[in-house]
């Protein structure tokens, strides 16, 4: 369903379980910057009532996520550590276009949210399918339905509101480019690392 080229080798999940402090960390900064990343495209395309009505909806979604894994690391005595880059993440920027029409930045920017979701969807199966720790593979599992969700609302709007940019073939270049990204990662107790 996602189309991801590169699925995440299950040992993964056994080096962000050997650090779940770090994990958690990093997790919680993922879920306030896609809050973040919703709210400015909320701020650059208010003319779009039902975008604005539905990425508010995930916005607040998105906070209540970093509020219930914010408690998960207070409950298991962790600290919320420091904002982490996120690598991954500003590669992908790096690939979004920015040149043309405000329409065309606007596509690209929905198509880079729905790729961080598509990839942060098959992380969380990853890491609910095989941690030891059965709290956060439940936690995992219910986050991921929740990411897959996110994941089809971003290109339903970009499909939606394209003026001319082919939503397809430009999807299949972000699947494409995050195909041969995601091969410099997976070895970090990080979401995308």
Partial sequence: MLGLKLLTDPRWANIAESNL???LTDHAWCEQKAATNAI????YNSEHEDLVTTLTEI???EMEH???VHDIIKQRGYTLGRERKDDYVNQLYKFMKKDGSRN???IDRLLFAAMIEARSCERFRVLSENIKDEEL?????ELMISEAGHYTTFLKFAKKYTERVDVEKRWKEWLDFEGKL???YGNK???HG
């Fill in 40 to 43: 400015t495209i909320i701020t």
């Fill in 21 to 23: 402090e770090e994990i």
């Fill in 137 to 141: 593979a439940t936690f995992y599992r």
């Fill in 189 to 191: 107790e990080t979401v």
């Fill in 182 to 184: 995601i091969q410099n």
């Fill in 66 to 68: 970093f509020k219930m």
């Fill in 104 to 106: 065309d930045a606007f």
């Fill in 59 to 61: 916005a607040i979604e």
